[in-house]
Structure formats: C-alpha cells, structure tokens
C-alpha cells in the first residue's frame, strides 16, 4: 500500500508567518500534488511536482511556494500567512498520468 | 458550465437499497476516470478506477459512457458504512497529471 504522511494533522499559525507543510512519500512516485479543501469548493491544485526540483503551478498558486528536492519529499510553503489560507490541505502522490492519487491525512491548518 | 458535475445530494437510503450516482464531464479528452470515498474531515480514498468495459468490485459497480460523457456508480445492497461523500475525478485530457475533481455526492445509509 502506498504510504503518504503529512507532518502535522492539526496547525494553528499567526498572520504574517512564514509556514513550512510537509509530505512524504514511501513509494518511488514521480508525481506529487498540493490541494487545498474547502466546503464548497472541493479539492483545488496549489502545485504539483513531476520530479525532484520540478514543480508546476495549479489553479491557485497565489501565496504559496513548493520545494522538492527529494523525490519522496513535497514541502508546501505559505510565504506570509493569511487568514483567508485557513483550509484542510491534502498533499498526494502518483506514480504515473493514468494512475489514481494517493492521499495523506491531510493537515487542518488555521491562520489567526 | 462545471468541468465536473455531480448532483450534491443528500441520498438518503435504507440499508439494503441500491443507489446509483451519476457524474457528468466536460472535456471529451479525459482518459482517466475514478471514483473516491471521502468520510467526514478525513481524505479521500480511491474507491475504484472506471474503465471503458465498466467494472465490478463487491457491491460497487463503476460505468463510462464517453458518447454521453458520463460516468455513474452503482451500490447495492447498501450498508451503514457507506455513508460518506463520493467524488467523482477524471483528468484533464491524454496522459495529462492533473485530475478535476467534482464536488461529491453525499450519502447517509440509515438503518
């Protein structure tokens, strides 16, 4: 079974910090992804990473930043907090296009 | 028009009954397709892929229809435990990485 374990299950932060999230994998995947999930809005791509130091941005990059420099290893990054980036944030990993996501736990992370 | 759509729900059924969900996709491009289970505040998990001959696992039997651009997700003999969100994801086309993903359909089994 494939493995993915974010850092933190639960994340209370202050405006203005800079906040590190962080995602591994156990299972060789090439392919790595952020989503942020809010209620009604469902799952929505930060940034994705296709290999180590690769990365692209989804459809709401704005405020984040990603590094990858290990294949098993996906780091979120919030540069500067804000209370509107409150969210549940879900990192998952996939081997291949055709092949299904793999999901965290997920981490709940509140701005204040 | 939503790249994917599913009606939200509620689907309230006894246990026991059959519940079918449909999910309509825009892109004709798309060439994976999976549906994912999503209990209360915890992630999603893959309940099955959707393959073009349709497929079986259990109770759960999973339909493509590229003509009409639809898959649906067939549970019978409901359970207790099925209740929960179910996503229906395909991807954006070809070999494509990223997957679209629906807003889900809740529903509640009661005894």
């Known amino acids: 079974d494939v493995k993915v374990t974010q850092s933190s299950r639960y994340l209370v932060k202050r405006t203005g910090e800079k906040v590190f999230l962080e995602c591994v994998q156990d299972?060789?995947?090439?392919?790595m992804f952020w989503y942020r999930q809010d209620p009604g809005l469902g799952l929505r791509l930060i940034y994705f990473?296709?290999?180590?130091?690769?990365?692209e941005k989804g459809d709401i990059p704005e405020g984040y930043s990603v590094s990858r420099e290990k294949k098993e290893r996906f780091s979120l990054i919030l540069e500067s907090a804000s209370t509107n980036q409150t969210s549940m944030y879900l990192c998952?990993?996939?081997?291949?296009?055709?092949?299904?996501?793999?999901f965290g736990d997920g981490t709940r992370l509140s701005i204040l | 028009r939503k790249e994917v759509e599913q009606d939200p729900g509620p689907f309230n059924v006894p246990e026991g009954a059959t519940v079918a969900f449909n999910c309509t996709y825009s892109?004709?491009?798309?060439?994976?397709f999976f549906w994912y289970r999503q209990d209360c505040r915890k992630e999603p998990k893959l309940l099955m892929s959707?393959?073009?001959?349709?497929n079986e696992d259990g109770r759960f039997t999973a339909q493509l229809n590229r003509a009409s651009q639809y898959i649906s997700l067939l549970i019978r003999d409901s359970k207790l435990s099925d209740s929960a969100t179910y996503l229906c994801?395909?991807?954006?086309?070809?070999?494509?990485?990223?997957?679209?993903w629906g807003l889900g359909t809740s529903l509640a089994v009661n005894p």
């Open positions: 998952a990993s996939m081997i291949q296009g055709d092949q299904p996501q793999h």
């Open positions: 299972m060789d995947h090439e392919n």
């Open positions: 990473s296709y290999d180590v130091k690769m990365k």
């Open positions: 892109n004709s491009a798309s060439q994976s």
């Open positions: 959707v393959y073009s001959s349709g």
């Open positions: 994801v395909v991807n954006r086309g070809g070999n494509n990485r990223k997957l679209i």
